[in-house]
């Protein structure tokens, strides 16, 4: 029987939208195959018992995504007793059954899954989106002809991805200790680490945005914050700016950094 871990933030407000994730997760992503759910969470909760909750304090916008892969590693070891690991992100939904044929990536393609925006009805050129400033880690030049990937939902063979996961972690801290933080934090690295690896491509019926599914056609789709969250805290959420203090303080809280 294949062993699956699923990875899942629910840090501050966002902890609103787990129980649907879960419900829904548990109904139509591979029912056939038992899931064990590890919820990264400041919140204090009683939950089923195929989830152990992994405590995190809200660091706030935007480290609680920038820090992503820190969380993750945490447990890494915990991770190493599943064939797949996959992560989803806090506002995702599922629709209809997915079966691990259609989904889960294997030795041949890659061993890693990555979701493309295509949704097979349109041909935007997604080139603008990458890390553009040359002194960041996560660096993609112009002219560079690749599709921009979603950092959503990611995950994989368990020891590929936790390859990924320590490669992305060190991109981000060589970005930090520089006073960067790139344009879209967790995803830029993200994009930056999958230039030119083979990968199981899936297209955004397998992770679109809700009010962009117009055609009723995503098996997955992720909600309107807004509508969960509300309009002024996410933008109270998203303006917040920091300091290189700011960041050299909570680095060194986190045992980051000495000094």
């Given amino acids: 029987m294949t ?7 629910g840090i501050g407000r966002y902890i609103t939208f787990w129980a649907d994730f879960y419900k829904t997760c548990e109904q139509y992503f591979c029912p ?10 400041d919140a204090v909760m009683e939950v089923p018992d195929n989830v152990t909750i992994v405590p995190q304090d809200d660091l706030g916008w935007p480290c609680n995504v920038v820090f992503r892969y820190l969380f993750f590693l945490r ?4 991770l190493r007793d599943f064939d797949y690991v996959f992560f989803f992100n806090g506002n995702t939904r599922f629709r209809t059954v997915i079966t691990p ?21 349109e041909d935007a050129d997604e080139d603008y989106l ?22 959503g939902i990611t995950g994989g ?12 972690h060190r991109l981000t801290m060589a970005d930090l200790g520089k006073g960067i933080i790139p344009r879209y934090q967790d ?23 809700e009010h962009r599914d117009k055609r009723h056609t995503a098996k997955i789709v992720f909600a309107t914050k807004e509508k969960v969250l509300g309009r002024s805290y996410m933008r109270h959420f998203k303006k917040r700016g920091h300091s290189d203090t700011w960041l050299r303080k909570l680095l ?5 950094i000495s000094a």
């Fill in 75 to 78: 447990i890494k070891e915990q």
């Fill in 252 to 256: 060194k809280k986190m045992g980051l």
């Fill in 3 to 9: 062993k699956l871990g699923i990875l899942y933030v």
């Fill in 101 to 121: 044929d259609e989904f889960f990536p294997t030795e041949s393609d890659g061993g890693l899954l990555a979701l493309t925006w295509k949704d097979g009805t």
């Fill in 187 to 209: 995803e830029s690295v993200y994009n930056r680490y999958m230039q030119g690896r083979k990968c199981k491509l899936v297209d955004s019926t397998y992770g679109r945005p």
């Fill in 157 to 168: 063979l368990t020891e590929r991805y936790i390859a990924m996961l320590e490669e992305c």
């Fill in 130 to 151: 990458f890390e553009r400033r040359r002194q960041s880690e996560a660096y993609i030049p112009y002219g560079t002809r690749s599709l921009y990937l979603q950092s």
């Fill in 32 to 41: 056939q195959i038992p899931k064990r759910y590890y919820l990264v969470t």
